[in-house]
């Protein structure tokens, strides 16, 4: 089982960057996929980005080009830096895991199949 706990988010105007971490503990952390999801108001959960445990990574196509996803191998930490921040990316962001299979190709590409969450960081972009 994989515990999750995010930090990093705050108030920020258009334009601004963010940079939001996710501290990991657990069994073979390091054998999990890790993912960041948002959820703005009234809206439904969607990813965001996701990073397998050989560093390949995936995003939704609403942030391609603005935020990174990245994962420290020596703690297995998750981060997610957030560049040229729209008032859209207002939302409480999410990390996620899952422990990566090897008999589906991109599973961990795949936002349906992460079944561990941490509580969120809310994220606030002002216009």
């Given amino acids: 089982q994989v515990q999750l706990l995010e930090s990093g988010g705050g108030s920020v105007q258009a334009g601004g960057s963010l940079r939001l971490s996710c501290t990991t503990s657990g069994r ?4 999990y996929c890790l993912a960041w999801y948002r959820q703005a108001p009234g809206k439904e959960r969607e990813g965001v980005a996701t990073i397998s445990i050989g560093g390949i990574t995936n995003y939704a196509d609403s942030v391609k080009g603005r935020f990174t996803i990245s994962r420290d191998s020596a703690d297995d930490t998750l981060w997610l830096q957030l560049n040229s921040l729209k008032s859209e990316d207002t939302a409480m962001y999410y990390c996620a895991a899952v422990r990566q299979s090897f008999l589906v190709s991109d599973f961990c590409s795949d936002f349906k199949n ?9 994220v606030t972009v002002s216009s």
């Fill in 28 to 31: 073979a952390v390091h054998t």
């Fill in 114 to 122: 992460y079944n561990y969450w941490g509580q969120g960081t809310q």
